[in-house]
């Protein structure tokens, strides 16, 4: 694991956005693993035109979201289905529905939703790049602290602090579902290659855990150091000060 300081969050964002266009271009049926949230906004920005430049087809890309709210439909204005749309595939409407995979947190048994998308990652898998953001409280995906290093996609709820970070997007914090449905840190680890982005001052002290290269269960991105190929890219604020 390298943590790399690419000074702000554009370059950052530009990199790993070549870096899944590189992958798509070079291998045309890619499996990518999706995160989202404000870190990952301009990373789908840079990536839209870079295909948009190229013309690329995106045809035989297979694409797997991290996780999705328990209890809002796919066409929820805050669900990760909308977001994923809004700034990406609809931007560049050339992926093939079908190979377009997201949680669905609405379902009517979540238990078998949850055995669904674990199959369907181990399936289709394995990912050949997965990028993850990471939550003040050192989450990936959804996954809290005190998460079982062994999960696998999994209803999890969520952290007073995470409600709170993501109450930005709703008008009060009371509408931010409490549960969401998230790869487990076990299936994040079955990706190929993963790529981390950190941007903030708020995100410092979560790197600052992941430079210490130990695995602690209250930081679940700790985990991270099991895996042999794994980047990480900050801005200055985000960056380590020791």
Do not use: W
Not at 34 to 42: C, R
Not at 169 to 195: C, H, T, W
Not at 210 to 227: C, G, R
């Amino acid at each position: 694991m390298k943590i790399t300081n690419l000074g702000s969050r554009d370059y950052a964002s530009f990199y790993v956005a070549c870096e899944l266009f590189k992958q798509m271009s070079q291998q045309s049926h890619s499996k990518l693993g999706l995160a989202t949230g404000g870190t990952m906004v301009d990373v789908y920005a840079f990536l839209v035109d870079l295909l948009k430049k190229n013309q690329l087809d995106v045809s035989g890309i297979e694409t797997f979201n991290l996780d999705e709210y328990v209890g809002l439909s796919a066409s929820h204005e805050q669900s990760y289905h909308r977001y994923m749309n809004d700034i990406l595939f609809e931007r560049y409407p050339y992926f093939t529905q079908s190979l377009i995979h997201v949680p669905n947190g609405d379902a009517d048994d979540l238990a078998a939703e949850t055995k669904r998308y674990e199959d369907l990652i181990n399936q289709q898998g394995p990912v050949d790049i997965q990028i993850l953001g990471i939550g003040e409280n050192g989450h990936i995906g959804f996954n809290e602290p005190g998460t079982d290093m062994n999960s696998t996609t999994q209803v999890v709820n969520l952290t007073e602090s995470t409600i709170n970070a993501n109450s930005r997007y709703f008008d009060n914090e009371d509408e931010v579902p409490k549960q969401a449905v998230s790869m487990g840190l076990a299936s994040i680890l079955k990706a190929k290659r993963i790529i981390l982005l950190a941007f903030g001052e708020k995100k410092r002290a979560a790197i600052e855990q992941l430079a210490k290269n130990e695995v602690d269960k209250q930081v679940p991105a700790t985990i991270l150091h099991a895996h042999p190929d794994v980047e990480i890219y900050v801005d200055d604020e985000a960056a380590p000060r020791f």
